[in-house]
């Protein structure tokens, strides 16, 4: 029960089962004791209070740092072990993390305690951020469609006022990424990692008429005034392209 405890006081939102960790009763005792020091005036055996501070200051620090990010916890799995004394159980954890103007990345970390995944999810998103072209700041320049594994998804511009029309992992995307206007679609599969695969493989495609004019070698009023539109409407539109 002592193993219960300690989960349910670091805010794990998971049913733990109660069986003992195979071939760790001593180590058991050796938590004990050090929480005890710790109470007494700081003993040298209380490793995993003195854990759960460093990360606090950790994440305090970023805050601080000058770039603010957006950080989204999207699903934790439990997995369980059986060894020679009982269970041992892991946490895996997957995250989603954004600036709220155009940058998002995700990733996972896998910990025997869920703050701990969480830090390594977190550290592993930061690393893998990427940029996407908005239109306007608030929704995407086009549609767009991704794919991973079995998973499909469809992706929408949306004109002001629509919200963000996605459920689950991709919502926490398209929030983390700063978009307000845009309607999706998954289909093929409901689970979280290939949603946000898929999801990142139809944003890594998305271009702006800038990118497109300066790849082209012409200008932005160029290509948007060939959908019939006249000239000085279609520079008033690039003048209009906030990238």
Not at 86 to 95: E, I, T
Not at 170 to 176: C, H, I, L
Not at 230 to 238: D, I, Q, V
């Amino acid at each position: 029960m002592a193993d219960e405890t300690n989960i349910e006081a670091e805010g794990v939102v998971a049913e733990v089962a109660a069986a003992p960790e195979g071939g760790e009763r001593e180590g058991g005792r050796g938590r004990g004791r050090g929480r005890g020091g710790d109470n007494r005036g700081g003993g040298d055996r209380g490793g995993r209070g003195r854990g759960r501070d460093d990360r606090g200051r950790g994440r305090g620090g970023d805050d601080e740092g000058g770039e603010e990010l957006i950080e989204k916890l999207v699903h934790i799995n439990r997995v369980s072990k059986t060894v020679k004394g009982g269970k041992r159980f892991g946490f895996a954890a997957l995250v989603v993390v954004g600036d709220g103007k155009g940058r998002v990345g995700f990733g996972h970390g896998k910990a025997r305690e869920v703050p701990e995944a969480i830090t390594k999810a977190t550290a592993s998103a930061k690393k893998k951020m990427v940029r996407v072209p908005l239109k306007e700041g608030r929704t995407l320049h086009h549609d767009g469609k991704g794919r991973f594994g079995a998973g499909k998804v469809n992706l929408r511009s949306a004109p002001a006022g629509t919200g963000i029309i996605a459920g689950g992992p991709m919502r926490a995307v398209f929030e983390s990424l700063g978009v307000a206007d845009v309607v999706t679609k998954s289909v093929g599969t409901s689970n979280p990692y290939n949603m946000i695969r898929a999801t990142f493989d139809a944003l890594v495609n998305q271009t702006s008429p800038k990118s497109v004019a300066q790849r082209r070698g012409k200008k932005v009023a160029d290509l948007l005034g060939r959908g019939g539109a006249s000239a000085a409407e279609a520079e008033a539109a690039a003048d209009a392209i906030v990238e």
